[in-house]
Nanobody, 130 residues
């Protein structure tokens, strides 16, 4: 069974850090670009960051630039999201998603077109609060 499993969500104070992980099960990530999305209560899901299949190129939402870093370890079949300087407005359920195909080998997928993604994880809760 092909699935993505996120982990690492937690309650953290403002200014703190977290690292989320997303592990692929049942398939290799070698030919998949990956992305992180998030959905806050009462809001639509939004793209946070994406990374090309070979890991050389990334894209970030303006709201997280300079604070979040996405990385991909194909050998471990895992993608990570390092989140620093967390703010209360970062509170959300975070989802990872996978996009298959040669279009994404060197270019990260869009953060606004969810149709580009083939698999989604179940989400992990991040709460930033004092």
């Amino acid at each position: 069974q092909m699935q993505l499993v996120e982990a690492g969500g937690a309650l953290v104070q403002p200014g703190g850090s977290l690292r989320l992980s997303c592990a692929a099960s049942g398939f290799s990530l070698d030919h998949y670009a990956m992305a992180w999305f998030r959905q806050a209560p009462g809001k639509e899901r939004e793209g946070v960051s994406s990374i090309s299949a070979f890991g050389g190129n990334t894209h970030y939402a303006d709201s997280v630039k300079g604070r979040f870093t996405v990385s991909k370890d194909n050998a471990r079949k895992t993608v990570y999201l390092q989140m620093n300087s967390l703010r209360p407005e970062d509170t959300a359920v975070y989802y990872c998603a996978a996009a298959y195909g040669s279009s994404w080998y060197y270019e990260p997928p869009s953060l606004t077109n969810e149709a580009e993604y083939d698999f989604w994880g179940q989400g992990t809760q991040v709460t930033v609060s004092s």
